[in-house]
């Protein structure tokens, strides 16, 4: 019976890998002496909140499916402590051997980056996305650019004309969208499309100026001023960034700390505990949306 | 998929168990954070790593025990005494999760 859950739930972790709806696993990786919950037992909890499984103790069930919203919009894998009652410990409140640890663990498709625009800064980003572990996809308008040669770090390559190729494009949550085309009317077009989309983030390219008088435009054009406002533009993050290699890394900083949260200082200047942390003394990451 | 997953299913598939270490939480600095896997399979070869040096041994070890007994283990990877000469040079501790899947 056991055997049959862990089967169900290793197949749906490899669907959610392989592009299926995100999973989120829950093993009990310790537990105190003669409880009921078994170390090694799991629990698959699916985004709606459905689940396979049971850990062995419902109170535990229970405590798992309260903490599993929080984990799948971290995507992250973490340990919660939770005591016989059913409360959520820190680890530092946590007396070892007397409350149950239980991991979580988000399985999902990687995260894709989608980059407009195959120029300098474009072809960087590739490289680093990938390297990053995200699924790389690469827009442009000119074949010399937008082929397999100059991006072999690619997983999807689409040459045609941005307002076209971005008209119904997929675009999820899970997504993140940077739009570095050779001209800011190329970025205006793309904005004007991926803007209002689901993206999990959204970046263009440009000075201040600029980038100011584009979000006018889709403001005047009747573009939700929402999904305007929560666009990161000037891209980047501040850090003096003058070539496009390093524009690259300043972009994908940016994005590394809207998907993890996170304060952009350097880490010496960083005092606040970051792990081993209970998610309600935890600061919530102000760059996501 | 991800190599330690894309494994671990040839693995099951062809009957024979593996056993995957996942780092479940880690404080100080540790060379890989939570969610980082390895697969030991049974002659001791792997494949992903929670970290190299810093303590992987250990966890190959404790992953060889779960081979023999099938008891899944949270091994505790101390990074912090300098005194080990050992390559530990990262400071932080590691709670890895060892277990045996089976077919």
Redo the contacts between chains.
Sequence with gaps: MA?TA?ARI?AE??AA??GGPPVLVA?V??APAGATAE??AKMLVRPDGSSVGRLGDEILDAAVLDEAPDVFRRH????VYVDRSGQRLS?LDAAEGDVY?V?L?VHERPATLLIVGAGHVGKALAIIGDMCGFSVEIIDDRPEFANAERFPEADRITCGRFDEVLDGYPIDSNTYVVCVTRGHKHDETSLRLVAPSEAAYVGMIGSKRRVGAVLQHLIEDGINPRAVERVHTPIGLDIGAETPEEIAVSIMAEIIRARRGGSALSMREVVRPR??VAPEDRERPSAKL | ??EV?RE??VS?EAGTPAVVA??????GSTPR???ARMLVRADGSSCGTIGGGCGEAEVIVAAMEAHEDG????VRVDLTNPLDGDDKICGGVM?V?V?R??P
């Excluded at chain 1, 992250?76 to 340990?79: F, G, I, P």
């Design positions: 055997q862990t290793l972790v490899a890998l392989e093993t990786i310790d170390v090694g992250s894998v973490e340990t680890r640890q991991m663990e792990r081993g | 998929m991800n997953f671990l299913q099951l996942t780092v479940a939480a880690t404080r954070r939570a969610g008891r899944p283990r949270l709670d999760f277990e899947l089976a």
